[in-house]
């Protein structure tokens, strides 16, 4: 049922939650798991005015690198991850990689914000959902969660 599984990353430790997801879903259907890390160009409000673009765009995309590679580190030995870190607007870059030739499957985790802080914040979860033409899983996470954690994720694929 699924070949190719993507999982778009923001490198945090929440994400990890619909990592453990997309590995037990891919081991279940002998799927590769694709991590996708987005430069997010409009991130670049956030440093220094004297920090020079080149240095900015290099720091943001280590930063995709190493999240990308984390989460390749995470995956057991029996699920082949691809990674790839892109530049653009996430929820646009991450519709455009689930294309229907490229992946069957997308995993993303939700922060489950409400109110005003949905309102303000966005979410690149719910665009993506309401945009792709691949079914999409969300996985709530909540950062509380993620060091009282103890069991594996509940999930019974078969």
Do not use: W
């Amino acid at each position: 049922m699924y070949d190719s599984i993507l999982v778009p990353t923001d490198g945090s430790r929440e994400v990890e939650r619909a990592l453990e997801y997309a590995f037990e879903i891919a081991r279940a259907h002998d799927a590769a798991v694709r991590t996708l890390y987005v430069v997010n160009a409009a991130g670049y409000g956030g440093f220094p005015m004297e920090t020079a673009l080149d240095g900015v765009n290099e720091a943001l995309r280590g930063e995709g690198q190493a999240a990308v590679e984390r989460a390749e580190a995470l995956a057991p030995d029996d699920v082949t991850v691809e990674t790839e870190v892109r530049e653009g607007a996430p929820s646009q870059v991450i519709v455009d990689e689930a294309d229907p030739a490229e992946c069957d499957l997308v995993v993303m985790g939700t922060h489950g914000r409400g109110g005003i802080d949905r309102l303000l914040l966005g979410s690149v979860t719910e665009r993506v959902v309401r945009r792709a033409s691949v079914p999409v899983l969300t996985v709530k996470v909540d950062p509380d969660e993620i060091d009282d954690r103890s069991e594996e994720p509940r999930l019974a694929v078969e």
